[in-house]
């Protein structure tokens, strides 16, 4: 029993992702609507940030190896492995993305070809996160292999990946109403994560094995939820505040929102690695 906090590389790995791709598809949306050059040069500037953090969450992933000498033995089942189709899908999308980053930044990437491009990325992205999905769907893991994983890593796209694009949008002095709209597609999907946390609480009541019931697992699991949940609810305050004021929000303000977002998706993934449960002899509910 306990919580899964000695699993913080793959914590760290998962959430950023997940943020990178959300916050990637709000740029690659940005770029595709009608703007001006050097709007788009700003905008290609900042994406910068989107593969800084891409490569921190991939250096946390290789902290989890036994041997980082041997990351690249994950890749050895590509197709037939979910671990490695999602060390795969994640190369791929950052591939495409990094390559896209920087041929644009050079202005060497045609308008024609960046624009499908930046669909490929996105779909590329997508498939990263599905493939996330598919690594925890084991059968014998009763906790993890039901609706609540998948769930969960798709409102972390929604919850951080908006707040993070417009995060980078505001460094690129970017102005747009539609930008009034990324706000309400995070908080919906933090209603959803409420019921979310609700609904999968009294699921775990009805999950045991021979040796431990799931409900035992992390006897903080109310108090963290509820941690994560403030946090979340803070960050986005942080950003929509000055939006109802009518006013932009400021970059530092920003930045604060998208760290507590951050640290409060890191508690909820702490939660569902801590709930980590072997099936053992027998299953029941």
């Known amino acids: 029993m306990g919580n899964g906090w000695h699993e913080w590389p793959l914590m760290v790995f998962t959430v950023l992702g997940q943020c990178v791709v959300g916050g990637f598809v709000v740029l690659a949306l940005a770029l595709l609507s009608k703007r001006t050059q050097e709007e788009m040069r700003r905008i290609h500037l900042a994406m910068f940030f989107l593969w800084v953090l891409m490569a921190v969450a991939f250096i946390a992933s290789v902290l989890h190896l036994g041997s980082p000498l041997r990351a690249f033995n994950s890749l050895n089942r590509l197709g037939s492995s979910p ?8 190369s791929l999308f950052f591939a495409l993305g990094g390559i896209y980053w920087l041929l644009a930044v ?14 490929i990325t996105m779909v590329a992205g997508v498939g990263f996160v599905y493939a996330m999905c598919r690594v925890y769907e084991i059968d014998t893991v009763p906790t993890w292999d039901n609706a609540y994983t998948s769930l969960n890593f798709v409102l972390t796209v929604l919850i951080g990946g908006p707040l993070l694009g417009a995060l980078l ?3 690129a002095n970017i102005q747009s109403c539609t930008l009034r ?10 209603v959803v994560s409420m019921a979310a946390v609700v609904m ?20 903080q699991y109310g108090a963290l939820s509820v941690a994560r949940l403030v946090l979340v609810v803070l960050g986005l305050g942080c950003w929509i505040c000055p939006l109802i004021q009518r006013n932009r929000p400021a970059v530092a303000s920003l930045t ?6 951050f640290a409060g998706e890191l ?9 980590h449960m072997t099936v053992g002899m027998t299953i029941g509910s």
């Open 200 to 219: 999968q609480s009294a699921s775990l009541a009805m999950i045991n094995s021979s040796v431990q019931a799931a409900s035992a697992l992390i006897p």
């Open 256 to 261: 604060l929102a998208f760290v507590m977002v």
């Open 83 to 90: 671990l490695s189709n999602e060390i795969g899908s994640g």
């Open 267 to 275: 508690i909820g993934r702490a939660v569902f690695y801590g709930l």
């Open 106 to 119: 050079l202005n060497k990437m045609p308008e024609a070809l960046g624009k499908v491009w930046l669909v």
């Open 181 to 190: 709209l990324l706000p309400m597609v995070s908080v919906a999907a933090l």
């Open 169 to 171: 949008l505001r460094l």
